[in-house]
Nanobody, 117 residues
Framework: QVQLVESGGGSVQAGGSLRLSCAAP????????MSWYRQAPGKEREFVSV???????TYGDSVKGRFTISRDNAKATVNLLMNSVKPEDTAMYYC???????????WGQGTQVTVSS
């Protein structure tokens, strides 16, 4: 059973920072591209960011310039540094791992982020 374990969520005031982490010790981590998604109540799940196997990164428009994704293959961990957070960043944040042309895909259980104004 592959597990992705997110951590680092919590409550923060607008303008502050938060760092999320996702550990994937069961994976051959370097083979996977790792993504973050989020879902607010009553809304569809939204793409936040992805980091590919070669380190190439992409961000959703709503977080570009504020969030930074990084990975540590030795620790099988992907991180999301959230700066200048806004109330609209409030959501459950999920980590996802993809490999092998979509054959392997795994989700974490999510970590809640709440931003107060």
């Amino acid at each position: 059973q592959v597990q992705l374990v997110e951590s680092g969520g919590g409550s923060v005031q607008a303008g502050g920072s938060l760092r999320l982490s996702c550990a994937a010790p069961d994976l051959t981590f370097y083979r996977y591209y790792m993504s973050w998604y989020r879902q607010a109540p009553g809304k569809e799940r939204e793409f936040v960011s992805v980091i590919e196997r070669d380190g190439t990164v992409t961000y959703g428009d709503s977080v570009k310039g504020r969030f930074t994704i990084s990975r540590d293959n030795a620790k099988a961990t992907v991180n999301l540094l959230m700066n200048s957070v806004k109330p609209e960043d409030t959501a459950m944040y999920y980590c996802r791992a993809d490999c092998c042309g979509g054959v392997n895909r795994f989700w974490g259980q999510g970590t809640q982020v709440t931003v107060s104004s």
